[in-house]
């Protein structure tokens, strides 16, 4: 007998289906710098309180990349927990406002797309939509991801 595994296999996403991921999370300063030296990103806009406080948004933004990360994130344990082979891309990644220190984030995803995969019958290919949003209702990041999901195992 197989493990059950929290994600969802191909066929149990329909095109249309939305998720409103329960997780939130409030970005603090650490999270930002750890992240910005981790991924040796040296922008001062990141690092530099000074520096920061001197542009048009007078304090260090999140680097977009964390963001980035942590709506995608977010939405594995509801969606692909166990049941994704991989991700084949990531496309149309904007970030329509910034995010700053202490912002609460939450994250939805949408089943844009589904086919069968032509080469391996045993997965199939999801194009999800990846949103972002602080505590004011403000989208700050949006994607779409192309992932390749297992299909339910054949029983047998």
Partial sequence: MGETMAGLYYEEFFIGQEFEHP???TVTE???VLFTN?????QPLHLDA???SKTEFGKPLVNSIFTLGWMVGVSVNDTT???TVGNLGFTEVRFPKPVFHGDTLRARS????????????EVGILEFEHTCWNQRGEMVAICKRQAMMR??????
Avoid: C, I
């Avoid at 981790?38 to 040296?42: H, P």
């Avoid at 949408?110 to 019958?121: D, G, Q, T, Y």
């Fill in 50 to 52: 000074e520096f920061a």
């Fill in 38 to 42: 981790l991924t040796m990103n040296v």
């Fill in 81 to 83: 927990l166990g049941t």
């Fill in 110 to 121: 949408k089943v844009l797309a589904m086919r069968e995969s032509k080469s391996r019958p």
């Fill in 151 to 156: 299909k339910q195992p054949k029983s047998g």
């Fill in 30 to 32: 650490m999270d930002n």
């Fill in 23 to 25: 997780w939130t999370r």
